[in-house]
């Protein structure tokens, strides 16, 4: 589920030229004919990530998952359907040779890059999807919903078909409850009990660290600095002017994001966050440290430290006694526990203006969205692959390697969900806690989860793009970092010249032009 640095992120995209990709097909019979001598097949050609790890047996264009999509959609429907591989990890650089090359794009591309998306969108290289998606895509609406589709949207038309995200719940915290009890400490409820918390965990070393003890770790990513700014920002009810109203998931701008530094100023200066966090920008030191026992408390995605050989787990096998506890200690003025969500989208889904198939790309995926479609994809064979258990599928205990590489790459296949669908939203959280994650640690997946999804802030959705976004973004992402790291290890005597620089440079920098195009695009809106 995640794809680079998170919250105030552009994802950044690449240009320039790259090798032609090879169009293997993923049926044999030339798309001229049925097998019978009947009509003429439709064709249908969609992009698939080649991630480098097909196992034995399978290509990734003739896998169990291709297989079914041929014998259940492509047979019925008279369709012709190619897989047309690109490397994951130069997917934008292969999209855009393939989308300027016009002949040679598949029907169905996707990006997770939302400035890509726009880009195409704003340069009329996208089909217009409005009223293919009315007549043929009746399942696909009801299930993406009105809100997850308007992310596909600019100027009200449907330029791409937005994944669905199951799950926007986004950000946790956790504490040493081992070191909370033998100190005698209760779990911190609110911004200041938290700071008494790392104060003790800093004097009195419950973890015996020999002094090398780290109260709070912290990283120069997004995960591990927004929930505790989010707690200095005002709270949505007081944000009452439209440009405020727009701006309210932008951080950087909003009232009280420079009181939320001087707190981090305040820690970083007693001693009590990690002291290198500027120089951690892959959470590589964080990762370390906390499975190392030397971190008392620290916030990050809900799951991150759950699976199969994270963070917890590594923590644990070093130390069995250790407890890592989540929790939700910021609270803002209101007393609430304002985080931001993930937006409802994932991917963007689209059919390039070449495409003369853009009927066929809805139809593949209205069928795709079907509830037995999607737990078939995503899960493999009932009584192979997994237990069906209250409707929800549970991977079983003793799947053979057989059964996994069946649907080794189900994420990448099912380009319509971003996550588990079995049902209804709370069905959907469960098969992913269920199908993710250790058993010992799932309780505490389910109550990360629950924390992540309190007070949360939506973003902020626009009827075009923010243009200057994708002109300053990279720029701004640079800004923020340097203004945080700045103002963070100041002097604190300095702490209020050296922020107002650094934020009059953001400003200047394209964050200014940024936030008032946002306020009138929103106006707009109105």
Not at 319 to 338: S, W
């Amino acid at each position: 589920m995640r794809n680079g640095k998170k919250g105030l992120r552009s994802r950044k995209w690449l240009l320039g030229s790259a090798a032609a990709v090879l169009v293997v097909a993923g049926c044999s019979n030339g798309g001229e004919s049925t097998a019978d001598g009947g009509a003429a097949a439709g064709k249908l050609k969609v992009e698939i990530f080649d991630r480098g790890n097909t196992p034995a047996g399978y290509t990734i264009t003739d896998s169990y998952l291709t297989r079914y999509a041929q014998e259940n959609f492509a047979k019925p429907n008279n369709i012709n359907l190619e897989y047309v591989p690109i490397p994951r990890s130069e997917e934008i650089a292969k999209l855009n040779v393939l989308m300027a090359s016009g002949a040679d794009v598949p029907d169905i591309v996707f990006t997770y890059d939302k400035a890509t998306f726009e880009r195409y969108a704003e340069q009329g290289g996208l089909t217009d999807l409005s009223e293919l998606l009315n007549e043929h895509g009746q399942q696909l609406k009801a299930f993406l919903g009105e809100d997850t589709l308007k992310y596909g949207q600019v100027d009200g038309k449907q330029f791409a078909i937005p994944a669905k995200r199951t799950i926007t719940a986004r950000y946790s915290s956790w504490v040493r409850e081992d070191w909370l009890k033998k100190l005698g400490l209760p779990m911190p409820q609110t911004t200041d009990e938290l700071y008494n918390t790392l104060k003790a965990f800093k004097e009195q070393d419950p973890g015996d660290t020999g002094g090398s003890v780290i109260p709070l770790g912290m990283t120069i990513e997004p995960g591990q600095y927004e929930p505790l700014l989010w707690s200095f920002i005002q709270p949505e009810s007081a944000l009452t002017t439209d440009e405020l109203l727009a701006n309210r998931d932008y951080l950087p701008v909003l009232p009280g994001f420079k009181d939320g530094l001087r707190f981090m100023n305040k820690l970083y200066n007693e001693g009590l966050m990690s002291k290198d966090f500027g120089l951690d920008q892959d959470k590589k030191q964080l990762t370390q440290d906390i499975q190392s026992g030397k971190i008392g408390a620290f916030s990050d995605d809900y799951d991150n430290i759950y699976y199969n050989d994270a963070a917890y787990e590594n923590l644990q096998a070093n130390d069995a006694n250790a407890v890592l506890t989540p929790a939700d200690p910021f609270t803002n003025a209101e007393g609430k526990h304002a985080k931001t969500e993930y937006a409802s989208n994932g991917m963007y889904i689209m059919v390039p203006k070449s495409s003369p198939n853009a009927e066929a790309a809805i139809k593949y995926l209205d069928w795709m969205s079907q509830t037995n479609v999607l737990i078939d994809m995503q899960n493999g064979i009932e009584g192979e692959n997994y237990e069906l258990i209250d409707g929800i599928p549970v991977v079983k205990e003793d799947v053979t390697q057989e059964a996994k590489d069946k649907v080794y790459n189900s994420g990448d296949m099912v380009i319509v969900a971003n996550g588990k669908v079995v049902g209804d939203d709370a069905k959907n959280r469960e098969a992913f806690i269920l199908g993710g994650f250790p058993v010992k640690y799932q309780p505490d997946v389910r109550k990360s989860m629950e924390l992540a999804d309190i007070d949360t802030i939506k973003p902020v959705t626009f009827v075009r793009p923010i243009a200057s976004l994708s002109k300053y973004g990279t720029t701004l992402e640079s800004k923020l970092d340097e203004m945080i790291v700045k103002s963070v290890m100041a002097d604190p005597a300095k702490f209020d010249s050296l922020f107002d620089a650094a934020f009059a440079e953001y400003m200047s920098s394209g964050g200014k032009t940024v936030m008032d195009e946002r306020t009138k695009v929103y106006q707009e809106g109105k």
